[in-house]
């Protein structure tokens, strides 16, 4: 597995589970054709968490890498086959960590991220820390998204992992007392990875001390593994009169002791049509939500467009926001993004008065219609036909340009053809007699078999894979001969096509 996956705060802790089960099954010579439910069922997740671990992983980031490709198939009567998946082959320089298949079924997300730090620890040699640790667990969902998990989280998560067995924790035994993990390439007891399997109950625990009890809940620190972080002076330390925690003072409920009053009006934001106003007034239909709150990168994307603003409704502005915000989440730059409105924006007021627009409500549409959406191919990196890191003409816009004008001159070569004279009436046709349906057509030969794929990559050479990737295509090469012998000649064939 790349190292990438396992720290990147960009995937979900379901991409681990998913990464791995679809390595291991595209292992296979058809490689992984599992459906979306078939992986859920394996890893035991929902069938939606397992969708949005696939397009994650199937995404391209703002690096343009993708660690799992996936091929659709449609079968001969037009129906749909599940998808064909496959990893990505990693570079010779990049890092990565050898994880077992088995744990990605039988450890949740959360858990198995962490065996998978504590694995590349361990064979690099290197010491871990609960802050280190704390780094690569986050919050996946609420306010606290995509921030580190609690220490006390941590450490239970690290207790649960030992108690399955995978890992073993050494406490202070590490260098500077602190604790060494040790992670197992398989669990030291039967762990439950097969809904048919029931093994036998790993052994309990031992309980912890009545002393330093841990009820998971609690605000202060946990005290088995060091001292707590400050004194409770209320009940570690003895009162004046010889009692723990010392006398109970009272309040009066009088006199100038007595609470004060309480406001419960509501705010405009929550007040009903009773308490100030009627529905059936002239202010019905205005807006009364939260003030308008738009990020400093949001204020950065739109200031081609500042002196617009404040014709477009506070509607229409969260909506540009949201959609600016969804694009600089999938790594398209602000720097782009403002490039992109600008040039547009100026093709708009050389063509009429934006003010006028303004005042009809245009300009909020268009941004969102035509102004902020990309236009090119579909390469990630083309804006507009030109790519955007180079200031190039796009390579593959330019051969769909080249394409379409070759089909333009054909059909203008092709001869008029003259009007022909007008045809006799059709004479009347006899009662039509029906005949037995045709045998339907040869489907021609069978695809080969994975005994003949073998016999003919042992027996394949250089010019048989360049003649298969000349007659047959990429896809129908790789199939006969695999990635391995198809692979070094794509760029010569790549460079034939385009020449």
């Known amino acids: 597995?790349?190292?990438?996956?396992?720290?990147?705060?960009?995937?979900?802790?379901?991409?681990?589970?998913v990464y791995i089960k679809i390595a291991a099954l595209a292992m296979r010579a058809e490689n992984c054709r599992a459906k979306v439910i078939t992986l859920a069922t394996y890893l035991g997740l929902s069938v939606s968490e397992v969708e949005r671990a696939l397009t994650q992983l199937t995404t391209a980031g703002s690096d343009g890498i993708a660690e799992v490709i996936t091929q659709r198939h449609t079968s001969r009567d037009g129906e749909g086959e599940s998808a064909e998946r496959w990893v990505r082959d990693m570079e010779a320089d990049e890092l990565f960590v050898w994880l077992p298949a088995r744990a990605a079924t039988s450890l949740p997300p959360r858990q198995l991220r962490l065996y998978a730090v504590i694995a590349y620890a361990q064979i690099r040699r290197m010491p871990l820390s609960l802050a280190e640790l704390r780094a690569v667990v986050r919050h996946q969902y609420g306010d606290s998204a995509g921030?580190?998990?609690?220490?006390?989280?941590?450490?239970?998560?690290?207790?649960?992992?030992?108690?399955?067995?995978?890992?073993?924790?050494?406490?202070?035994?590490?260098?500077?007392?602190?604790?060494?993990?040790?992670?197992?390439?398989?669990?030291?007891?039967?762990?439950?990875?097969?809904?048919?399997?029931?093994?036998?109950?790993?052994?309990?625990?031992?309980?912890?001390?009545?002393?330093?009890?841990?009820?998971?809940?609690?605000?202060?620190?946990?005290?088995?593994?060091?001292?707590?972080?400050?004194?409770?002076?209320?009940?570690?330390?003895?009162?004046?009169k010889g009692e723990l925690g010392g006398g109970i003072r009272r309040r009066r409920n009088t006199g100038s002791y007595g609470p004060a009053p309480v406001d419960n009006s509501a705010g405009d934001t929550f007040r009903s049509a009773a308490q100030g106003e009627k529905r059936s007034n002239g202010q019905a239909g205005t807006y009364r939500g939260p003030g308008l709150q738009l990020s400093p990168r949001v204020w950065q994307v739109l200031e081609p467009v500042r002196a617009e603003l404040p014709g477009i409704s506070p509607y229409v502005l969260r909506r540009i926001g949201r959609e600016i915000g969804v694009q600089l989440s999938a790594g398209v730059g602000a720097e782009r993004l403002t490039t992109r409105l600008l040039t547009r924006y100026s093709r708009l007021t050389a063509h009429g008065p934006a003010a006028e627009r303004a005042r009809r409500g245009d300009v909020g549409?268009?941004?969102?219609?035509?102004?902020?959406?990309?236009?090119?191919?579909?390469?990630?990196?083309?804006?507009?036909?030109?790519?955007?890191?180079?200031?190039?003409?796009?390579?593959?816009?330019?051969?769909?340009?080249?394409?379409?004008?070759?089909?333009?001159?054909?059909?203008?070569?092709?001869?008029?053809?003259?009007?022909?004279?007008?045809?006799?009436?059709?004479?009347?046709?006899?009662?039509?007699?029906?005949?037995?349906?045709?045998?339907?057509?040869?489907?021609?030969?069978?695809?080969?078999?994975?005994?003949?794929?073998?016999?003919?990559?042992?027996?394949?050479?250089?010019?048989?894979?360049?003649?298969?990737?000349?007659?047959?295509?990429?896809?129908?090469?790789?199939?006969?001969?695999?990635?391995?012998?198809?692979l070094p000649h794509l760029a010569q064939h790549d460079e034939g096509t385009t020449a």
Request: with cysteine.
């Open 1 to 17: 597995m790349p190292l990438r996956l396992v720290v990147g705060a960009q995937y979900r802790d379901s991409a681990l589970s």
């Open 147 to 240: 921030q580190p998990l609690g220490e006390r989280q941590v450490m239970r998560l690290l207790d649960d992992l030992e108690t399955t067995g995978w890992i073993t924790i050494h406490r202070r035994q590490g260098p500077r007392g602190r604790h060494a993990y040790e992670a197992h390439q398989r669990p030291l007891h039967p762990v439950l990875d097969d809904a048919a399997d029931e093994p036998t109950a790993p052994p309990a625990p031992a309980a912890p001390a009545a002393a330093t009890p841990d009820i998971h809940d609690g605000s202060a620190p946990r005290t088995a593994d060091g001292s707590p972080s400050r004194d409770d002076h209320r009940t570690d330390r003895l009162g004046r």
């Open 365 to 486: 549409r268009w941004i969102l219609g035509a102004g902020l959406p990309r236009h090119g191919c579909r390469l990630p990196s083309c804006e507009d036909g030109t790519t955007w890191a180079t200031g190039e003409r796009c390579h593959l816009c330019a051969n769909i340009a080249a394409a379409e004008a070759a089909i333009e001159e054909t059909r203008a070569q092709r001869p008029v053809p003259a009007e022909a004279p007008p045809e006799p009436p059709a004479p009347v046709r006899p009662p039509t007699t029906w005949l037995p349906m045709p045998p339907p057509p040869d489907p021609g030969p069978e695809p080969p078999g994975a005994d003949e794929r073998e016999q003919l990559r042992a027996a394949a050479t250089d010019d048989t894979v360049r003649q298969a990737l000349a007659e047959l295509g990429v896809p129908a090469a790789i199939r006969l001969y695999g990635r391995a012998l198809v």
